[in-house]
């Protein structure tokens, strides 16, 4: 990170809806959007073409890019495909119901700051939020005083954010739903992130 004052201001938006082939199960699948999905998309686009996108961001997953593929060409800006900001990997969980005890017994820990709790041949809290963190400050580093849109996922975005932000508890986002294509509004310079709006929170975040 570096050390120049001027933050850049991070939209940080989880993708379009997907069309699952199953509801409701653990997956690591990188699927595409919905009809729904590029609705959602095109919607945000609107909303923010005020704002002065400097680029659009996504992970690596399919539907994330395709839901930064659609904003750039609305928005007329260059999108970027980046490591770092792929959804959580559930390994030898995939297939099973969100609800299944093992699933839980690792979210529930999460929520009790046990990061080290990782899925089965999958991923731990504690490398999602360092390589997510990693893949962002690089982002705000390039766009010092610019806006750009990011897409990534629910379960990475509502885990890391909070727990990068100085001014909400780590535990900030774990009750609340994380809408499809509602933009997190974020600061990020060289004395850290701020969370200033979150999206099922309109008001400014305060401490």
């Keep these: 990170m570096s050390d120049l004052q001027c933050p850049a201001t991070m939209l940080i938006a989880r993708h379009g809806d997907m069309g699952y082939?199953?509801?409701?199960?653990?997956?690591?699948?990188?699927?595409?959007?919905?009809?729904k999905g590029r609705a959602q998309v095109r919607h945000l686009v609107e909303q923010l073409r005020p704002?002065?996108?400097?680029?659009?961001?996504?992970?690596?997953?399919?539907?994330?890019?395709?839901?930064?593929?659609?904003?750039s060409s609305g928005?007329?800006?260059?999108?970027?495909?980046?490591?770092?900001?792929?959804e959580i990997s559930v390994g030898e969980l995939a297939g099973l119901s969100y609800q299944n005890p093992r699933a839980q017994r690792v979210y529930?820990?999460?929520?009790?700051?046990?990061?080290?709790?990782?899925y089965p041949a999958g991923e731990d809290a504690d490398s999602?939020?360092?390589?997510?963190?990693?893949?962002?400050?690089?982002?705000a580093d390039t766009h010092r005083g610019e806006t750009v849109l990011v897409f990534t996922h629910g379960a990475v975005m509502s885990l890391a954010v909070?727990?990068?932000?100085?001014?909400?508890?780590?535990?900030f986002a774990a009750q609340r739903f994380?809408?499809?294509c509602a933009a997190a509004e974020v600061e990020v310079d060289a004395d850290g992130w701020r969370i200033v709006s979150w999206?099922?929170?309109?008001?400014?975040?305060t401490i």
């Design 178 to 180: 994380l809408p499809h």
């Design 162 to 171: 909070p727990r990068l932000s100085l001014n909400v508890r780590n535990d």
């Design 128 to 139: 999602v939020v360092k390589r997510f963190k990693e893949a962002l400050e690089e982002i």
């Design 21 to 35: 082939r199953v509801d409701g199960i653990l997956s690591d699948d990188s699927g595409g959007l919905s009809d």
């Design 51 to 71: 704002r002065r996108i400097a680029e659009v961001y996504s992970s690596t997953m399919h539907r994330a890019v395709q839901s930064a593929e659609l904003a």
């Design 108 to 118: 529930e820990a999460w929520l009790h700051g046990e990061l080290g709790a990782a």
């Design 75 to 86: 928005l007329g800006v260059r999108r970027i495909v980046t490591d770092g900001l792929q």
């Design 199 to 205: 999206p099922t929170s309109p008001d400014p975040v």
